[in-house]
């Protein structure tokens, strides 16, 4: 099972900030919180990840409260190419040493960015 | 660079049929991870390689089964398909800061 829970659906204003939220309060110290996209019928999109310190890349900010046990991806200018579900995941980095690697992927966020 | 390519793209099969699948991962990348996706169960973990050994494998019945080569090409096959197979399957590979590189994916369908 998803160890996240994601709001099915959100819109987004064009050139607006869009912020989608994550819930994960069962999430473990080593473990990360993973961004992707999909947009229909694409394989899902990498977008950025991150452990606890706020993470900015040239797609989106992550912003991982201090307790972790929730984070916000922000798209700052959404444009409609930014249409797609979001998904929130969590688990270990493949650096950690272990052997459990695989995301779990829950229903995700559709996201419907409006002209 | 090129990116994770997976081959067909799309494919009719016949229930009782087998069907092999293959990925291509990107130049560097050891770790391959398989992902099927349906609109009723959404994308489902199927199993992963590394070094030709699988690490991790999901809740699929062992038709379901798949393999690494040494050039980190990866391939997935289904045997006795069942309409219920047909689905999205989507490739992914490791990416050096640990996200994973996806295909655009190999859609099954069983008639």
């Known amino acids: 099972d998803a160890k996240t829970t994601q709001p099915p659906s959100m819109d987004c204003a064009e050139g607006r900030a869009a912020n989608l939220p994550c819930n994960h309060s069962t999430i473990s110290g080593n473990e990360y919180v993973y961004w992707y996209r999909q947009i229909h019928s694409q394989g899902p999109q990498y977008i950025i990840h991150?452990?606890?310190n706020n993470e900015t890349n040239e797609m989106a900010s992550l912003i991982i409260t201090e307790d972790r046990k929730s984070s916000t991806l922000i798209l700052p200018h959404a444009t409609l190419r930014d249409t797609a579900v979001y998904y929130c995941?969590?688990?270990?980095?493949?650096?950690?040493?272990?052997?459990?690697?695989?995301?779990?992927f829950g229903k995700g966020t559709l996201l419907t960015v409006n002209p | 660079k090129a990116g994770v390519t997976q081959t067909p793209r799309y494919l009719i099969k016949t229930r009782g049929q087998q069907v092999t699948l293959s990925c291509s991962p990107i130049s560097g990348h050891r770790s391959v991870s398989w992902y099927q996706q349906t609109p009723g169960q959404g994308l489902q973990f199927l199993f992963e390689y590394f070094s030709e050994t699988q690490r991790n494998k999901g809740n699929f019945p062992g038709r379901f089964s798949g393999r690494q080569f040494s050039n980190s090409r990866s391939e997935m096959n289904v045997s006795t398909l069942e309409l219920g197979d047909s689905a999205l399957y989507l490739c992914a590979s490791s990416f050096p800061q640990g996200g994973y590189t996806f295909g655009s994916g190999t859609r099954l369908t069983v008639v």
């Open positions: 995941i969590v688990r270990v980095s493949p650096n950690s040493g272990g052997s459990n690697y695989k995301l779990t």
């Open positions: 991150g452990l606890k």
